[in-house]
């Protein structure tokens, strides 16, 4: 009888964890936890489109595969991406610490630490990408674990293929085990062919015209500089951030992991092959967080929260018992406040931001123009209500620190240059829309003049509004301001090449 | 409380420090976790986090290959170890240049 319940032990965990995770999901469109992305995700419930940097194959099919199923697009998504995912790897957390530790109640402890485990909580609740990816990558550790070498390639592939963070882990892994280099070399087809060869998968839906040119342009080397090329924004946080990125990174990683750190500090206290590469694996994840412009790449360590579990339960082999009763009282109690305090669908219904945002756009005029960046929270959101059938028409915005059109992404004063990607965006809109025009001054200029309603489609700033007359009606609008002209700022002007 | 009182008591003790930084940070994370508007802390400085983190790496790796080698192929190493860093300051420098 015992036996049978210890078997059933991983379902139950997958049930119990599950229906957590479903409880506290956000059962309406949702940007909470910088989830901005969402939108670009939700398009691919309609739409072949190619998302965000650097294309996240995998999870394009994996979308395409679950729009074919009836229901909400959010709550599938949600339950497909985040929900599922992280309830099997709760369930997979305690199967890989059970077998390294011999112990049914330190796989109990460590799937209990992960479900208490804030960050990921999170992710697990929400419209994002960052669990599925870590399914996979726990998948990886398993198999290492179980010296399965081409099912480690094959998950690290897979990894790969939905973000490309996995290639410099897959990096890392083989790095922490150089010894064995030839018999890596043996199995890395099989990594090409899961992790690299389904991001051509991105290369075709570039290349194919009838696909919308809102994130991505075509298929060339310069449009494809434009777009994988846009990552500044890691590793380049000033030194002076330095302290206030350690003053929001402690009490995150305080109240994700909680009392869990005395035996994950113990566990990885000695180092062994698997030791190398889960303290690679996390010092990569929490390095690229460190220096990071965005605060919100906290998120990220939802990928590492599994393995850090497992370790926990190493690390209370090494104690006396009364230490793993302490650890599983913390991580319930951070399971029951998270529960009450996190509770991602309330704190969503209670600030509906992305869902008011939709809804504006669904009342504005048939064949609006809306200018809007070709990414970010508004920009994605309004690329779902296009793909939903809403009669918008998007008039790009250069970004300010790229310039108004045709320009390269490094451009400084004098400079000028030439931005393909946008060139093919200008293309798309003319195919699909008509609207003419050699960069967003023209396209916007155009749309004004053929009696477009134009609107600028995110709150309005300082920088934009030198450029954009609004009507005085919509100042104080939050978003969706309605353009009566638009002015040539002479600071942004130098930076488009004139031809 | 004696010094080996502590020592004995240290988990105790942790354990009970770790409880009250996690009642005390639990508020301020969760304001950190919970926006809806992504952003960027910009601030124009050459001197990057990383500057410092491949600093210290580059002394660390450096005096670790170094060790039993003579005074001449040490330079060397550390010559070579330098051209390195140049280089990849040059690259994160390129990148940097679009907040500029």
Redesign the interface.
Known sequence: MKEKTEKLLPLIIFAISGGYYWALSSKIFTWLYTSGDAGDWLVLSNWWHVPHQWGKPLIVLYIRFISLFPGDDVIKLTVALAVIPGAIITALVFVIAKRVTGKTTLGLVASAVLLGATIFTTQATVLEQYIFTAMFLTFAFYFQIRGQRKMTMLFLGLTTATHIVGLPITFLWIVCTYKEWREWAKVIPIYIVSGILPYSLILGMMANPDIPKLVSGGLSWQSLNGYLGNTASGVNLALVEAPRRLSQLIPIYLITLGLALVPLFKGLSKLDKLGRISIAVMAFIVWFYMTNLFPSVWKWSSLWLPIAAVWVAIGLTKLPNWHTIVIGIGAIALIITNGFVMNTDKLAHEDPQATEYLSALYELPENSCVVIPRGGQYGFTLFYAMSEGQSIIPLAQGNPFTGMGKSTLTLKDDETGYDQSYADYLAWVNREYGIEGEDMYEIVQYALDNGYNVYYGQPMTELWETVFKVAPEDKDKPYLLKVESINHNPDFSKWIKTE | MNIETIKQKK?PI??IL??I??TV??L???E??????????????P???????LFFLYGVACDKMTKGMTKKKSWLVWGVGLLILILLFSV?G???????
């Open positions: 988990y942790i354990y770790l409880a930084g996690i940070s639990y301020p994370a969760r950190a976790m919970i926006p809806q508007t992504a952003w960027l802390w910009v601030v124009k400085s001197i990057t986090l990383n500057f410092v983190v994160v390129g990148m940097s240049t679009i907040f500029d």
